[in-house]
T-cell receptor, first 112, second 111 residues
Framework: DAGITQSPRYKITETGRQVTLMCHQT?????MFWYRQDLGHGLRLIYY???????DKGEVPDGYVVSRSKTENFPLTLESATRSQTSVYFC???????????FGPGTRLTVT | DAKTTQPNSMESNEEEPVHLPCNHS???????IHWYRQLPSQGPEYVIH???SNVNNRMASLAIAEDRKSSTLILHRATLRDAAVYYC????????????FGQGTELSVKP
């Protein structure tokens, strides 16, 4: 599928488990971003990446790990999930010379 | 990161213009003003952006104050599909273009 996709769309996991959220884009955009959105709040930046193998922390990086071995993929891993990480996670991408970020449909994660 | 202030909510009638205000008194010279909107159960989508001059596109217009300390997003004829949360964001091109979202304005449109 063209565009930006996220998988899974819904995930329920238990406290302490490791979970990975996938993000894939087909535009070869250099920049990719991960945000979380909690009920009644705006989006907060977790991590972002300017290119393959280049990542940087955002506002709320604690408890998350990212990698970017390929331009098109930007997985987000919760190494040991906690209830406070229950949220909707959005991935986004942007071309290097562009101003517009394109957002994926989101992954709703529940940690029990 | 420079912050923005928006009203929590606004109401509009269908087919009437809507003016969504945003204050950004600490804006710096390199900050672009971006607007995104988020429809229910969807990811945000880009609406418009500008630096100093007023901007128009197919979705909306952006009016920027001369001192750049405030801006207004204008929807010329609101439709029911425009009901969403609208975010005013300052983006610094020197920081990878990352977006720092505020609380946004929830716009409801009445038929």
């Amino acid at each position: 599928d063209a565009g930006i996709t996220q998988s899974p769309r819904y995930k329920i996991t238990e406290t302490g488990r490791q979970v990975t959220l996938m993000c894939h884009q087909t535009w070869s955009h250099s920049y990719m971003f991960w945000y979380r959105q909690d009920l009644g709040h705006g989006l907060r930046l977790i991590y972002y990446s300017a290119a393959a193998d280049i990542t940087d922390k955002g506002e709320v990086p604690d408890g998350y790990v990212v990698s970017r071995s390929k331009t098109e993929n930007f997985p987000l891993t919760l190494e040991s999930a906690t209830r406070s990480q229950t949220s909707v996670y959005f991935c986004a991408s942007r071309g290097g010379g562009s101003y517009e970020q394109y957002f994926g449909p989101g992954t709703r994660l529940t940690v029990t | 990161d420079a912050k923005t202030t928006q009203p929590n909510s606004m109401e509009s009638n269908e087919e009437e213009p809507v003016h969504l205000p945003c204050n950004h008194s600490t804006i710096s010279g390199t900050d672009y003003i971006h607007w995104y909107r988020q429809l229910p159960s969807q990811g945000p989508e880009y609406v418009i952006h500008g630096l100093t001059s007023n901007v128009n596109n197919r979705m909306a217009s952006l009016a920027i104050a001369e001192d750049r300390k405030s801006s207004t997003l204008i929807l010329h004829r609101a439709t029911l599909r425009d009901a969403a949360v609208y975010y005013c964001i300052l983006r610094d091109n020197n920081q990878g273009g990352k977006l720092i979202f505020g609380q946004g304005t929830e716009l409801s449109v009445k038929p």
